[in-house]
């Protein structure tokens, strides 16, 4: 099946576009849900667009996940419910605010100026040479992009345009949902399964064109609180603890190979994600990450002894470790639903998109709703290299995402 590619690339472009407009970064140290407050401008701007199309059961609750419904063609009222997921916040690691994107025509595989001195290298990012002959859409190389993931909030968007503009295609009933915070790990915490009705569900938050995951990280949070104790360095033999050093000191007892710069596949890793301090207080994050449940709970045990190891050495509480687990492994809840995963590698080798079926080096808001009783599996939204200013995404992989969802919802009505 083939759609009008001029038009439908030229709504994702104009969606796109549109969407990466809103600065939806969400805030980790926020107590609020959602985090930040401009997230609700763009989920407020979904549900009059959903509105608009002809979407029906279109509500935004108390908490700012806005969900709607494109009606089963009559006499497939009894398929299956499907759902489409992707989520608006952008991630705190680099601004999304004030976004001047660039539209590179037909890509010729070489070097791209971003902006300024900011060159993205094929050496170094040597997937750039799929996308030869595709549009691009690149940062200046001042803020991120926000392809993740509003390429698949656009990508979500149109493939409802189309359905709802083309009777023709027979589908059961669908259920479109958007939700803030999935980038600090909450975006699902006061998600209503039930209300979204939906038997299973698709997240559009992944990567490469083809991606198709359904395996993620285990994941937790360690915060680490260090109290020192400051006297004046001419006097400070015996006396003095550099909460700085203990940071420093607790960092080198966990193994420089299970770092995120030397991990791939199936490889876990501790990730620093933050440190500050003085003599007397510091603080330092981790995010600690593992598909193996098995080698994901010694990597919490490993951090744990690393605390109690500098405690005992300088004789005190002086390092306090605040550790949560996040969301866990969600192949478990998918693999007992085979056909979620063989429908959507159909979809895709019928968009022309061969499918590569890899474990999520990350989490989705799939990840958390598959233990809540959705089984939900991600897939690929043609952005790469998100979070900074190497971010883009392929307008071309974009179609073929949307031709993917299209597909789908037709094979779930055969």
């Known amino acids: 099946m083939i759609l009008d590619f001029r038009q439908i690339d030229m709504e994702l472009k104009e969606r796109f576009l549109k969407y990466v407009g809103f600065d939806t970064q969400s805030d980790e140290n926020s107590t609020s849900f959602p985090s930040t407050d401009k997230q609700l401008i763009l989920l407020?701007?979904?549900?009059?667009?959903?509105?608009?199309?002809?979407m029906t059961e279109v509500t935004m609750d108390e908490h700012g996940y806005v969900m709607g419904t494109?009606?089963?063609?009559?006499?497939?009222?009894?398929?299956?419910?499907?759902?489409?997921?992707?989520?608006?916040d952008t991630s705190p690691d680099m601004s999304g605010a004030a976004i001047k994107p660039q539209i590179i025509q037909n890509y010729d595989g070489e070097?791209?100026?971003?902006?300024?001195?900011?060159?993205?290298?094929?050496?170094e990012f040597p997937e750039l040479k799929f996308f030869e002959g595709h549009t691009l859409i690149t940062t200046d190389g001042t803020t991120l992009l926000g392809a993740d993931d509003k390429a698949g909030v656009a990508e979500i968007m149109t493939a409802?345009?189309?359905l709802l503009n083309n009777p023709e295609v027979k589908h059961g009933k669908i259920r479109i949902g958007f939700t803030p915070d999935e980038e600090i790990g909450r975006g699902v915490d006061y998600f209503n399964v039930e209300a979204f009705g939906a038997k299973f569900a698709y997240t559009v938050d992944g990567g490469m064109e083809g991606e198709l995951e359904y395996e993620n990280f285990n994941a937790a949070g360690a915060k680490?609180?260090?109290s020192g104790r400051n006297i004046h360095p001419g006097s400070a033999k015996d006396k003095m603890v550099n909460a700085i050093q203990l940071a420093m000191e607790v960092n080198a007892l966990l193994p420089v190979t299970m770092r995120p710069e030397h991990t791939e596949g199936y490889e876990g890793f501790f990730h620093l994600v933050g440190i500050k301090g003085e003599v007397e207080q510091a603080e330092m994050s981790y995010i600690i990450r593992d598909h193996d449940r098995a080698k994901f709970e010694q990597k919490k045990e490993l951090i744990k002894r690393a605390v109690a190891f500098v405690n005992e050495r300088h004789g005190g509480e002086f390092v306090?470790?605040?550790?949560?687990?996040?969301?866990?492994?969600?192949?478990?809840?998918?693999e007992p639903h085979p056909e979620i995963i063989e429908k959507?590698?159909?979809?895709?080798?019928?968009?022309?998109?061969?499918?590569?079926?890899?474990?999520?080096?990350?989490?989705?808001?799939?990840?958390?709703?598959?233990?809540?009783?959705?089984?939900?599996?991600?897939?690929?939204?043609?952005?790469?290299?998100?979070?900074?200013?190497?971010?883009?995404?392929?307008?071309?992989s974009m179609y073929k995402e949307v031709l993917t969802i299209v597909n789908l919802v037709r094979l779930w009505a055969e």
């Open 344 to 396: 959507a590698m159909e979809a895709m080798e019928q968009a022309g998109v061969k499918p590569i079926v890899k474990p999520i080096r990350g989490g989705t808001d799939g990840s958390r709703l598959s233990y809540m009783g959705l089984p939900c599996p991600n897939l690929f939204t043609g952005g790469m290299n998100f979070h900074g200013k190497f971010e883009y995404v392929s307008l071309n």
């Open 111 to 123: 070097d791209i100026a971003l902006g300024g001195d900011v060159v993205m290298k094929v050496e």
């Open 160 to 162: 409802a345009e189309y």
């Open 70 to 88: 494109i009606e089963a063609s009559e006499g497939y009222e009894e398929r299956p419910v499907i759902g489409f997921l992707a989520h608006v």
């Open 44 to 54: 407020r701007a979904l549900k009059e667009e959903m509105e608009q199309m002809g």
């Open 224 to 226: 680490l609180s260090i």
């Open 320 to 334: 306090h470790l605040m550790l949560k687990d996040q969301y866990y492994n969600m192949r478990e809840m998918v």
